[in-house]
């Protein structure tokens, strides 16, 4: 009677657990990995699909620190000795390989929890040595996407499809949530393509306030100076449309009262005077109150 237990009632076999789960995996491993979704401005976020990696998952800072220079890297492989110098820069390399292989098996399984290390990662893969995400799973990388849609506008605008711009430029505006990670707030590396991606947007900015003030949408266009102020304190440029846009409103009061802030701004904290092209539009104004 023992024998009949993996037999069903209508006489086909029923498969050992074990072998079930071996034909899952089999059946799991043909199919194509699940696409990743990276957002890098402001708050750093992974989604696996519709699945969103919650904070408490990524439950090893180092593991997150890799991720995020693999990220940087933008699928170009980085070797291994090279990759812990970057995240373990005050220590010996020969001291902190156990330290990377724990990060890395942790970072596996927070991207793949059912990962094995008898099987490659779908993500991360690893050649002669180097390391390197591989893009090709990676279904949006919002600093990729950011760049990209400002280039097409580029490409539009010299085409003279401005409205066709337009669009790009505002697409490209709403991915720039934030600084480029944000609270990666002291690699070097993150430093230096932090402020790429912050000027980048500023002169964004500056375009879309300059594109809604030809348009006389006079309040859009304050808008984005504000942006650009925020991002690049002493833009000359912003606060000279800033005050366009005041003109327009008929504010002229309101011009002049910007430029003097902005005029003691500049001497107080850089013992510097606005530029001629700013003071030239303020006499002007001036002269016409």
């Known amino acids: 009677m ?14 050992p657990r074990h072998d079930r789960e071996k034909l899952e995996k089999t059946l799991l491993k043909g199919r194509p990995p699940i696409p990743l979704f990276i957002r890098c401005f402001g708050k750093f976020e992974v989604s696996l699909g519709n ?43 020969d001291m902190v390989q156990a330290r990377f292989y724990k990060a890395m098996s942790r970072l596996y399984r927070i991207l793949e929890p059912d990962h094995s290390s008898r099987h490659s990662s779908n993500y991360i893969r690893c050649h002669q040595g180097a390391y390197y995400l591989d893009f090709e799973q990676v279904a949006l990388l919002d600093v990729d996407e950011f760049l990209k849609k400002i280039k097409s506008g580029e490409v539009e605008e010299k085409r003279g499809n401005h409205q066709e711009a337009f669009k790009y430029y505002l697409e490209a505006e709403r991915l720039y949530r934030g600084d480029f990670l944000e609270e990666n707030i002291y690699e070097g590396w993150a430093v230096t393509e932090r402020e790429r991606l912050r ?57 002049m009262r910007i430029y003097r802030m902005y005029s003691e701004m500049l001497k107080k904290e850089l013992g510097e005077s606005p530029s001629l092209t700013l003071a030239r539009y303020y006499q002007e104004i001036s002269s016409k109150g």
């Open 199 to 255: 000027n980048t947007y500023g002169r964004l900015a500056t375009k879309l306030a300059r594109l809604f003030y030809e348009q006389g949408s006079f309040g859009e266009s304050m808008e984005y100076c504000w942006k650009r102020i925020k991002s690049e304190k002493y833009c000359c440029e912003a606060y000279l449309l800033l005050m366009q846009n005041y003109c327009g409103l008929g504010e002229t009061h309101e011009a």
């Open 2 to 15: 023992e024998r009949l237990s993996n037999v069903s009632k209508v006489g086909t076999r029923v498969e």
């Open 51 to 93: 699945n969103k990696i919650e904070d408490g998952q990524w439950n090893s800072k180092k593991a997150k620190a890799i991720f995020w220079f693999l990220v940087y890297q933008r699928g170009h492989p980085i070797h291994k000795d090279l990759l812990m110098e970057s995240i373990w820069p005050d220590y010996d390399i």
